[in-house]
Antibody
Framework: QVQLVESGGGLVKPGGSLRLSCVTS????????MSWIRQAPGKGLEWVSY????????HYADSVKGRFTISRDNARNSLFLQMNSLRDDDTATYYC????????WGRGVVVAVSS | IVMTQTPLSLSVTPGQPASISCRSS???????????LYWHVQKPGQSPQLLMY???NRFSGVPDRFSGSGSGTNFTLKISRVEAEDVGTYYC????????FGQGTKLEIK
């Protein structure tokens, strides 16, 4: 079955960096757009970034543009999010999500930014 | 594109119907003839999951008591008979221009 497993979260100080990973299985990874969606504690869902099949088309939310970089490795069925210059308001659960319709979600990984 | 849901909370007796509205700030009808409006639900302690895609299509495994309707900028999710397992927060979402979500509607059982 479709599985998406995120890792790489943790506690980091403002201005710090983290790299999230998402390892997938149960589907042909190279055939799907992939996204990162986040949810701040007690808040709603916010799209962060998406990447097309081969990485040629990438978009970011204005809130992370210039600080976050999405990438993928189709040979390893993996999605990544490099997060630099982290701010308090980046604190959230980050979900790895498959496809244009966001049909399958991982369990999420917690990123906490605090001094 | 801004997505606006009403109501933001809903308390329903089991067996009764429920309805959630979603309005987009511009039309979600794309030039391919499809309307890119989705509904997701996040049950307590879980990741969000897709309920409906392209307005009215139920995703795999979604019970037929869920239905979606609407066009252009106005959409509705209906539950014909609410069950205890339907508790959660429901989000509408558009994908015609990157992605945006509504604020969420929290459904509780009376």
């Amino acid at each position: 079955q479709v599985q998406l497993v995120e890792s790489g979260g943790g506690l980091v100080k403002p201005g710090g960096s983290l790299r999230l990973s998402c390892v997938t299985s149960g589907f042909s990874f190279r055939n799907y757009y992939m996204s990162w969606i986040r949810q701040a504690p007690g808040k709603g869902l916010e799209w962060v970034s998406y990447i097309d099949y081969g990485g040629a088309t990438i978009h970011y939310a204005d809130s992370v543009k210039g600080r976050f970089t999405i990438s993928r490795d189709n040979a390893r069925n993996s999605l990544f999010l490099q997060m630099n210059s982290l701010r308090d308001d980046d604190t959230a659960t980050y979900y790895c999500v498959r496809g244009n319709s966001l049909a399958y979600w991982g369990r999420g990984v917690v990123v906490a930014v605090s001094s | 594109i801004v997505m606006t849901q009403t109501p933001l909370s809903l308390s329903v007796t089991p067996g009764q119907p429920a309805s959630i509205s979603c309005r987009s700030s511009r039309s979600l009808l794309y030039r391919d003839g499809k309307t890119y409006l989705y509904w997701h639900v996040q049950k307590p302690g879980q990741s969000p999951q897709l309920l409906m895609y392209e307005v009215s299509n139920r995703f795999s495994g979604v019970p037929d008591r869920f239905s979606g309707s609407g066009s252009g900028t106005n959409f509705t999710l209906k539950i014909s008979r609410v069950e205890a397992e339907d508790v959660g927060t429901y989000y509408c979402m558009q994908s015609i221009e990157v992605y945006t979500f509504g604020q969420g509607t929290k459904l509780e059982i009376k």
